[in-house]
């Protein structure tokens, strides 16, 4: 993301929260990524981002059904 004339809001690159205004993009505070690689330190703010990085990192296969 870039800020340009034609942007209508603002990413925050850290924890990806949307804010179409810039006050309160500056305003906001982030948020620490909920899904923590268990394997790495690599953490995801959503849980597809973390099944991805652990499919490529550590060819985890992501399991369909969860049974203990
Ligand atoms: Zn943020
Ligand atoms: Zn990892």
């Known amino acids: 993301m870039f800020v340009g004339e034609r942007m209508i ?5 850290k924890c990806s929260k949307f804010y179409k205004m810039w006050s309160n993009y500056l305003k906001h505070k982030c948020e620490p990524p909920q899904f923590k690689c268990t394997l790495c330190p690599f953490a995801a703010f959503k849980a597809f981002i973390l099944q991805a990085h ?3 990192q550590h060819n985890f ?8």
């Open 9 to 13: 809001g603002y990413t925050c690159t």
């Open 54 to 56: 652990q499919a490529e």
């Open 61 to 68: 296969k992501v399991p369909t059904s969860s049974s203990s």
